[in-house]
């Protein structure tokens, strides 16, 4: 089935050592999204990708840095995990005029 | 900017009963798509229904359906037959229709369904 996957499920690091989260579709969608929801709150955007266009959110700290090698794959680095940024990751991804975006199973992030 | 509001953090309900989520927005656009996302605990995001602001017309989908008030703002889930999956964290979410702009979620509603 067509799908959004994202590796590992679970992830746990320890602080300031870097960390790279994964994310792939078989959508073949243009536009792909990076979330960080933390407990009982809502999604909140990190960057998004359309095509090869990254666009950056203001408030996402430098800590955090993305890639997108082609269409099926989208990377989240972060490069000195703090305990704040311990939280699940959500990649999405959407269609132009789809505008219906299909989330992955999340990667739980835990720093140590 | 456009803003979601979702005024009840936690409801509960009945099994087989059925509830009402609320949900308001603000925007100043004329064209776009409202979505209620369900995320179980511990468990992926899943696209509950989608309401384009063109149509007048309720969407529905199965025991799910919306009523949405294009002049109010207002954008309501009903869950009929309710049942224990259901039990979830509901989000309100918008996005214009514009191709690549990110969803703005509201911050949610925790929905217990009891046995």
């Known amino acids: 089935d067509a799908m959004v996957i994202q590796n590992p499920r679970y992830q746990v690091t320890q602080f300031g050592k870097p960390v790279t989260l994964s994310c792939s579709q078989t959508?073949?969608?243009?536009?792909m999204y990076w979330y960080q929801q933390k407990s009982s709150q809502a999604p909140k955007l990190l960057f998004h990708?359309?095509?090869?266009?990254?666009?950056n959110e203001a408030d996402t700290p430098d800590n955090f840095q993305s890639r997108r090698p082609n269409t099926s794959f989208c990377f989240l680095d972060i490069r000195s995990p703090g305990l704040g940024d311990a939280a699940m990751y959500l990649c999405?991804?959407?269609?132009?005029?789809?505008?219906?975006?299909?989330f992955g199973p999340g990667t739980r992030l835990l720093v140590l | 900017a456009q803003t979601v509001t979702q005024s009840q953090p936690e409801m509960s309900v009945q099994e087989a009963e059925t509830v009402t989520l609320s949900c308001t927005y603000d925007?100043?656009?004329?064209?776009?798509?409202l979505f209620w996302y369900k995320q179980p605990p511990s468990r992926q995001m899943i696209l509950v229904i989608r309401q384009e602001a063109y149509k007048q017309q309720n969407a529905t989908e199965n025991r799910f359906s919306v009523n949405f008030q294009k002049a109010a703002k207002s954008f309501s889930l009903k869950i009929s037959d309710s049942q224990l999956g259901d039990t979830a964290m509901y989000f309100c979410?918008?996005?214009?229709?514009?191709?690549?702009?990110?969803?703005?979620f509201g911050k949610g509603t925790r929905l217990s369904v009891i046995a």
């Open positions: 979410a918008f996005v214009r229709f514009s191709g690549n702009t990110p969803l703005v």
């Open positions: 990708y359309y095509d090869k266009d990254f666009n």
């Open positions: 925007t100043s656009e004329s064209n776009y798509y």
């Open positions: 999405a991804t959407s269609s132009p005029g789809a505008e219906t975006q299909y």
């Open positions: 959508l073949n969608h243009n536009v």
